[in-house]
């Protein structure tokens, strides 16, 4: 299988729907982007204001704790969380590009925009069949 598609398919197995919206985490942005969690998380603290709640936010214990029971995640995954991640909206990681400023923060932040766009088209198009879920 191609690079670029596995690459693709490993980002969409990381946005996550929370608070009716697509997400992703700060953990997993910042391995991404190819930088600790901490550096990305300081670089959004240092420019706060381009992160309305809208862009990103932080989950809730309570939302932390639906979100580990309904993902299957190793015992390692659930260690590395000491508090609650914050969850970055596709504006979000937008604008995490324009922080970070760096060649892969920009070429990770378009891939993973158009991720964000492929999983849209794919729930508009099976919406449908999700309300039925729904109901069920």
Same mark, same amino acid.
């Given at each position: 299988?191609?690079?670029? &598609?596995?690459?693709? +398919? +490993? ?6 729907? &929370? ?22 998380? +300081? ?14 936010? +932080? ?52 891939? &993973? ?9 794919? &729930? ?13």
């Amino acid at each position: 299988m191609d690079n670029q &598609i596995i690459e693709f +398919q +490993q980002i969409q197995n990381r946005i996550f729907t &929370i608070r009716g919206v697509q997400v992703m985490f700060d953990r997993d942005l910042a391995e991404k982007y190819e930088v600790d969690t901490k550096v990305l998380n +300081q670089a959004v603290k240092r420019n706060i204001r381009r992160f309305p709640n809208d862009f990103m936010f +932080q989950l809730t214990p309570k939302e932390l704790n639906n979100w580990r029971s309904q993902i299957v995640t190793s015992n390692k995954d659930k260690m590395g969380l000491r508090r609650p991640p914050y969850a970055f909206t596709e504006q979000g990681v937008s604008m995490l590009s324009a922080i970070l400023k760096s060649k892969t923060a920009i070429d990770v932040s378009v891939k &993973i925009i158009m991720a964000f766009v492929e999983m849209k088209k794919f &729930i508009a198009i099976n919406a449908a069949i999700f309300q039925r879920l729904e109901k069920v």
